[in-house]
C-alpha cells in the first residue's frame, strides 16, 4: 500500500475542488491517534477502490484554512467531494465497510 497523496491549502481547489472524480479529503494531524489508525484502512481503500474515487490527505494543523471554511471541528473527519461540492462527512474512526457504505452513492 503506498502512502495517500497529502495536499494543503494553496493545492485544495486544484487537488479536490476541480477534481474529475469524487475525492475523499481525510483531515487528520500527527498527533491525532484515530487518525493515525485510519490511515492504513484508507491506504486498502485507495488501493482497491482507486479506479472510482480518490483518497488524499491534509493536516489540519499545518493546513487550518481549508479545515475553518469546511467547519471541520474534530479529527478525524473525512469529507467526500464531488464536483466541488461537499456530498458525504464522515466523523471519527470508522472500518472500511462503513466508509465504503457512506460514499457508495456517489462514487458509482
Given at each position: ?43 486498502a ?10 483518497i ?43 466508509i ?9
Open positions: 500500500m503506498a502512502p495517500l497523496p497529502e495536499i494543503d491549502d494553496a493545492s485544495f481547489e486544484a487537488q479536490v475542488l476541480q477534481a474529475e472524480r469524487p475525492t475523499l479529503v481525510d483531515f487528520w494531524a500527527e498527533w491525532c491517534g484515530p487518525c493515525r489508525m485510519m490511515s492504513p484502512i484508507l491506504e481503500l485507495a488501493d482497491e477502490h482507486g479506479d472510482k474515487f480518490c488524499v490527505k491534509l493536516d489540519v494543523q499545518a493546513n487550518p484554512d481549508v479545515a475553518v471554511r469546511y467547519a471541520v471541528t474534530s479529527i478525524p473527519t473525512m469529507l467526500l467531494f464531488v464536483g466541488g461540492e461537499v456530498k458525504e462527512r464522515l466523523v471519527g474512526y470508522m472500518p472500511a465497510p462503513k465504503i457504505e457512506q460514499i457508495a452513492p456517489h462514487t458509482g
